[in-house]
């Protein structure tokens, strides 16, 4: 058994959505980003390569790489997968949590669940996504970004 953690945090800018857990959230404001800017998954691929030891999402689809402008963060999740699978190991579980004042992540648990399960491999009863706010308090609860913690275990194939 692998665990790995995994951090992200996206400032807030122009917009009308945000893209959570590969969910298309409408929002007054967007995610400042060189990819979709769903720091849920960024945490996740964070998680996943760290327990692989693999570094981190920065090294395998860095910014200034333009052919990850705007991708879709699924797509990263399933290329990460496949890294780990080809070294023998494949993700046992997932628990995650969004920081965010808002929008309520609450509505779009249960759909992201589903996307990161389908995405990852495993049964949707080994996927736990979260949601906190910060009471206002620090970035977060200014309203300024989002922010996402994942925490993986691997397991051999």
């Known amino acids: ?34 990819s979709d800017g769903d720091v849920l998954i960024h945490a996740i691929c964070d998680a996943i390569l760290g327990a692989a030891g693999l570094g981190d999402i920065g090294r395998h689809f860095p910014d200034s790489d333009d052919q990850y402008r705007g991708i879709d ?28 004042q808002a929008p309520r992540m609450g509505p779009h648990i249960q759909e992201m669940c589903a996307n990161l399960a389908q995405e990852m491999g495993v049964a949707q009863d080994r996927v736990n996504v979260k949601a906190t706010t910060t009471e206002r308090m620090g970035y977060t609860g200014r309203g300024e970004g989002i922010a996402a913690h994942a925490v993986v275990l691997l397991v051999a194939i």
């Not at 692998?2 to 917009?15: L, P």
């Not at 009308?16 to 959230?25: A, K, L, M, Q, S």
């Not at 080809?86 to 965010?100: E, F, K, P, Q, Y």
């Open 73 to 100: 963060s699924r797509v990263l999740l399933r290329r990460v997968r496949d890294a780990v699978a080809a070294r023998g190991l494949r993700v046992s579980n997932l628990d995650a949590t969004v920081v965010a």
């Open 1 to 34: 058994m692998r665990i790995g953690h995994g951090f992200d945090a996206h400032r807030f800018c122009e917009g009308t959505h945000i893209t959570i857990g590969g969910v298309r959230i409408d929002h007054d404001r967007g995610l400042e980003a060189h």
